[in-house]
Every structure is written in structure tokens, then in C-alpha cells.
């Protein structure tokens, strides 16, 4: 059975930092491109960035909002994946899910964690 | 950067059928997937490349796209099926950009 479980969520103040994990079980990790996205209290699903597997690149990508501040890494030996936030805002506030990536054909979010809440507030 | 349109409500009486559309400029070109969020909970996949089914999920739930807009269509709903809807595609036209609508709340009347 696939799990993907997030930690790491919590307050912090504008302009400073956090890094969330999500520890993966059930499946090859490795082989696996993965992402995160999240979601405002109240609002819709914001998709926030992806990695590839090493074997395709481990390259990331990242949607506007969050480009030259967010940081996607992976660490395959502990099957886990991170997400580095810096210079953080208070319109970051969210759920963050961690998903996987289906890339046969054309990319969706297969499976998802339960999320944890990053609240940016002075 | 590519926008999905998604209407903001939808209302169905139970045993009756639902319709939530998703637009988009020639989003027929592309793949839509669908996710039902429920209240408190994370999203699951319903709906994937147009009008595929994941395991588990039942045969009432199918997908349509065409033109400029897709359809998730809900026959026969039931009560459970009250929840968030949300259309997602995949943009590559310029960068590689995972692309939301902004969700349907379906209410079982």
C-alpha cells in the first residue's frame, strides 16, 4: 500500500524558513517523480513544484509563485522528499501535500498524503 | 500560463446525474484528470487521461473532453458524492507547469 506521510508544518513568521519532509512507503521511490501542492485555507489546489527521478535527471520544476524561494530535494537511501521554503509569506499559508507523479502518457497526482499546515504569520 | 474554468457550484438531487465542466483554450489537445475532495481530507483521484478510472472508484464516475471543455459526468449520485471537484492538466507549452481549476462544489440536494 502507497504512503506518503508529511511532517514538518508548523508557524513561522514572513521571511523565514521551514522545510517539510514526506517519508514514501508501498512503492519504489527511486523510480519515482514526485511533487507537492498545496492548498490556502478555504481555496482550491495550487500545484507548487516536481522532481523527477534520478534515472530521468532528478530535475525540478516550480510554479511562479514560489520560484527562487522553494527548494524540491530528494533523499532515495531514506525515501523521503523535502521541501526547503525560504523568504516565506504569509500568502504561503497552506496544506502542503506530497503526491506522486504519474508520468505514463500525460502527468497526474496518483496518490497523496494527508498534508500538513504551514501558517506564515507575524 | 494555461487557465482551467471550472464552475464555483453544482447542485443534483440524488439518482439524478451531474455534469461539472472544465474549460480551457483547446483543451481537447490536452489530458484532463479529475480529483473529488472531501471535507477535512486530502484529494483522490477519479478521472484520469480524459475518461479512465483508478481502482476502486465506481463505473458512475466518467470523464468526456472535447473543443475547449471537459466533463466529469456523476451518474446515479449519491449523498457521498458531495465533495470538491477539481480538472488538473499538464502545461508544457512554455514551462513545464502542473495547471489546477479552481474547484466545483457539488451539493446533493
Known amino acids: 500500500e502507497v504512503q506518503l506521510v508529511e511532517s514538518g508544518g508548523g508557524l513561522v513568521k514572513p521571511g523565514g524558513s521551514l522545510r517539510l519532509s514526506c517519508a514514501a512507503s508501498?512503492?519504489?521511490?527511486?523510480?519515482?517523480?514526485m511533487s507537492w501542492v498545496r492548498q490556502a485555507p478555504g481555496k482550491g489546489l495550487e500545484w507548487v513544484g516536481r522532481i523527477k527521478s534520478k534515472t530521468d535527471g532528478g530535475t525540478t520544476d516550480y510554479a511562479a509563485p514560489v520560484k527562487g524561494r522553494f527548494t524540491i530535494s530528494r533523499d532515495d537511501s531514506k525515501n523521503t522528499l523535502y521541501l526547503q521554503m525560504n523568504s516565506l509569506k504569509t500568502e504561503d499559508t497552506a496544506v502542503y501535500y506530497c503526491?506522486?507523479?504519474?508520468?505514463?502518457?500525460?502527468?497526474?497526482?496518483?496518490?497523496w498524503g494527508q498534508g500538513t499546515l504551514v501558517t506564515v504569520s507575524s | 500560463s494555461y487557465v482551467l474554468t471550472q464552475p464555483p457550484s453544482v447542485s443534483v438531487a440524488p439518482g439524478q446525474t451531474a455534469r461539472i465542466t472544465c474549460g480551457g483554450n483547446?483543451?481537447?489537445?490536452?489530458?484532463v484528470h479529475w480529483y473529488q475532495q472531501k471535507p477535512g481530507q486530502a484529494p483522490v483521484l477519479v478521472v484520469y487521461?480524459?475518461?479512465d478510472r483508478p481502482s476502486g472508484i465506481p463505473e458512475r464516475f466518467s470523464g468526456s473532453n472535447s473543443g475547449n471543455t471537459a466533463t466529469l459526468t456523476i451518474s446515479r449520485v449519491e449523498a457521498g458524492d458531495e465533495a470538491d471537484y477539481y480538472c488538473q492538466v499538464w502545461d508544457s507549452s512554455s514551462d513545464h507547469q502542473g495547471v489546477f481549476g479552481g474547484g466545483t462544489k457539488l451539493t446533493v440536494l
Open positions: 508501498g512503492f519504489t521511490f527511486s523510480n519515482a517523480w
Open positions: 503526491t506522486t507523479v504519474q508520468v505514463f502518457g500525460s502527468y497526474y497526482f496518483d496518490y
Open positions: 487521461d480524459d475518461s
Open positions: 483547446n483543451i481537447g489537445s490536452k489530458s
